[in-house]
């Protein structure tokens, strides 16, 4: 068996390519305002049929260095974008300690990329509340069931929780204390778009005394 290190495994990764060639990026095609030019994408992103175009990679650092999974966005306007998830798991615990955080799109079909970075608040209860109860029953009964994050000593005891939450809750679960709404609000963006032979157009915006500030970087 060829071992992960060998040159054999690696070199299947190396090989791979391809060329870029949905679009472009100019400073005088997008939008003054970055929350705009986001709302562009994103609607062109579901028009195209994009799988999961709501998902987002949620970055955070706590004591013991950075942490990044996948997260689906649940809302963003001016306030920022918003996602629910226990706030008892690594990512909560992580944001509580430092508020600061940055997400990631990746919208493949489109060769597009959207970062977006900035600090991070709690949502009150009452949008926990609206946001939870507006979900599956099932949905429901899972955040009731799962401490995230937390070990468990088989998956049995994972559905045995969970029936026993549903045999007696088959209206709605009750929201568990710390199962809420998180905020960010950004100071930074930055649009990817690739382009062929990786000279690939890269729009960063930067919040600025009354407004925002382009910058072309380099890819």
């Known amino acids: 068996m060829t071992s992960p290190e060998s040159p054999t495994a690696t070199s299947a990764a190396a090989e791979l390519r391809r060329e870029y060639r949905y679009g472009t990026l100019n400073e005088q095609d997008v939008a ?29 650092a706590h004591q013991h260095g950075p942490t990044v999974r996948i997260v689906l966005l649940k809302g963003v306007d001016a306030r920022g974008f918003r996602w629910f998830t226990d706030k008892g798991s690594e990512k909560g ?33 009452e949008e926990s509340d609206a946001y939870f109860y507006s979900r599956p029953l099932g ?22 929780r969970y029936q026993t939450l549903s045999d007696t809750h088959t209206q709605r679960a009750p929201r568990p204390e710390d199962w809420g709404g998180f905020l960010l609000q950004p100071d930074q963006y930055e649009f990817w778009q690739g382009r062929e032979s990786r000279l690939h157009d890269r729009l960063q915006y930067k919040a600025a005394s009354g407004g925002w500030t382009i910058q072309r970087l380099q890819p």
């Open 32 to 60: 003054a305002d970055p929350l705009q030019q986001f709302t562009q994408w994103f609607a062109e992103a579901e028009r195209a049929e994009v799988l999961d175009y709501s998902a987002m990679a949620l970055a955070t």
């Open 93 to 125: 615990q992580a944001l509580r300690a430092n508020p600061q955080a940055e997400l990631l799109f990746h919208w493949r079909e489109l060769d597009r990329q959207v970062r977006v970075r900035g600090s991070v608040i709690e949502l009150a209860d």
């Open 139 to 160: 949905s429901q009964l899972a955040a009731a069931t799962s401490a995230q994050s937390q070990g468990v000593a088989n998956r049995d005891a994972l559905e045995t």
